[in-house]
């Protein structure tokens, strides 16, 4: 089955690039779960830091919540779909391509999804990452929050559409 191009191009003078390690070496699945959980908790989980990313293309900003980083890790197949998730505050400010999507649940607070896009590459692996930003029916009114959205979810395919192969998770 052929898999499904982007809407983005792998741009390599803009990708976040990392080495595969920044957690650690030689980690096992469930190893790298507890380290990326803690990682995000003390880097750039709002609530624990405070921290929001602009994202430099649309002028407005996000705030990653662990409930995102859960949603992400529920996608994951290999580590490197894993350690995307360290890159995520620079995927976030270098994204690019945005589009709206209606939101697939019934939900009242959520007025709609934008899509996003940004190159990574993790060693010599290139990807595209894809990242889902939940806009709420308040954060489109003008005051207290207007620019704000929350990350939901991200997934990394290679440029051609294809997603990351290598040992999975789950048999």
Partial sequence: M???PLRYGYDETNAVTLTGNELGEGLSFEELFGKIKQYARENFVYH?????????????KVRITMEGIRHTLGYVKTKDDIYALVALPLLLER???HRKEKSRKERKNIDHIEICYASLKIGN???????????????KKEGSL???RF?????????????????TRRP
């Fill in 48 to 60: 624990n830091t405070n921290k929001e990313f602009e994202i430099k293309s649309r002028g407005y």
């Fill in 146 to 148: 207007s620019n704000v």
């Fill in 151 to 167: 990350f939901h979810h991200q997934k990394i395919a290679g440029p051609d559409g294809q997603r990351p192969t290598g040992p």
């Fill in 2 to 4: 052929m898999a499904k």
């Fill in 125 to 139: 692996r290139e990807y595209i990452a894809e990242m889902a930003i939940l806009v709420e029916n308040e954060r």
């Fill in 95 to 97: 994204a690019e391509n």
